[in-house]
Structure formats: C-alpha cells, structure tokens
C-alpha cells in the first residue's frame, strides 16, 4: 500500500478474523509509534503489547468502549506518565503515535480500532505498569472479519470546505 491509499483506507474496525499478526508485523507499528514526533522530542509513551487471548478478554473489561478488544489479534496499551509536560502536550504526543500505528497497521491491511481505558487500576493489575503511569489508551489490531481494507470515497466526515480555511477563517 502506499501512503495514501493507508491513510484513505484506514477505519475503526471492530470485528477481527481471528488471523494472528505475523510478530514483524506486530514491531513494524510499534516502531511506527516510537518514531512519532513530540513536544521537545519527550517521548512520553510506553507501549505494552498484548496478545494472550485470556489476557485480551480481561483487558476489554477496562471500558464499556472496549469491547473489541477480546477478539483483537493484538492490541496495543499506550501508557502517559502521570505529570504532563511544561506544555501538557502529552495527550496530543499520545494521540500522534496512535494514529502513526494506525496508519502503519492500515498500510499492512490490519484494521485498529481506539479505546479509552476507564478502569486504570483493572489494567494496571493485568499488566503491572509502575505508578507513574496513570492513564491509558488502547489500540486494538486483527484484520477484519469482513470486508478487507479498501479506500473510502466517501468517509463519514464534516465538509472539506467546512473545515478547511484559506488564508483566514
Ligand atoms: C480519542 C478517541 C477515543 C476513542 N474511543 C473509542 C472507544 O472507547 N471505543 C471505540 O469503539 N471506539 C473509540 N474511538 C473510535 C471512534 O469512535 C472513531 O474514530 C470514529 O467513530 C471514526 O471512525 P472511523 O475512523 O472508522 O470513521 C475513539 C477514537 C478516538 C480518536
């Protein structure tokens, strides 16, 4: 896939085959995520990635939202330490190594789906992260039960020209 045709492609998905990532695979986007850029180069994430299926079942209990995550092939737990840079950057630093997985996972037709993690303690339990990390996202990743990755034409968007500005609002 090119570049494009990733970006284009890529949608939440929530229904897996049940077809394993090959591990390379699985470390071609978590490399995605390390190379993700960051306020003042801070790198706060940690990255935990789980694919014990038991382990995936408990893991999808931390939030009504996440329920995918039990029929994911893998899914990746994106860790924030606790205090926030100067700038409190780290949900946008976050959010930018997500999507760059995102988009690495499309480019190899694997669908990813987000989730919020409500119960940190339950994930902190399963997985025994250190203290100093106090909130979590997930990203979910299989390749999907139906219909394979393919450009969207007509993804459910507001307007380009209701969101896009030239030169001034
Ligand atoms: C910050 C954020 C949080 C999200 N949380 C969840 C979630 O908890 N559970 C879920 O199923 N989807 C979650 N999503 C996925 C959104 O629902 C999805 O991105 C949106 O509906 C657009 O879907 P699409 O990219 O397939 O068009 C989240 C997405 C983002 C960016």
Request: charged share 20%.
């Amino acid at each position: 896939m090119q570049t494009w045709e990733a970006i284009t492609s890529r949608r939440n998905v929530r229904s897996y085959s049940g077809q394993p990532i090959a591990t390379a695979d699985l470390d071609q986007i978590l490399e995605a995520g390390r190379r993700a850029p960051s306020s003042q180069n801070w790198q706060p994430w940690a990255f935990i990635v789980v694919t014990e299926p038991g382990k995936l079942g408990e893991l999808a209990k931390v939030w009504r939202g996440a329920g995918h995550v039990a029929g994911s092939a893998a899914t990746i737990v994106v860790l924030a330490p606790t205090s926030d840079n100067t700038y409190q950057r780290a949900q946008f630093d976050l959010g930018q190594a997500v999507m760059a997985m995102a988009i690495a996972a499309a480019d190899l037709g694997i669908g990813s789906c987000h989730s919020g993690v409500q119960d940190i303690e339950l994930a902190r339990q399963l997985l025994g992260f250190p203290d100093d990390r106090d909130w979590a996202f997930l990203l979910s990743l299989g390749y999907p039960a139906g219909r394979p990755l393919a450009t969207i034409k007509n993804p459910d968007r507001r307007p380009f020209e209701e969101v896009v500005h030239r030169e001034h609002w």
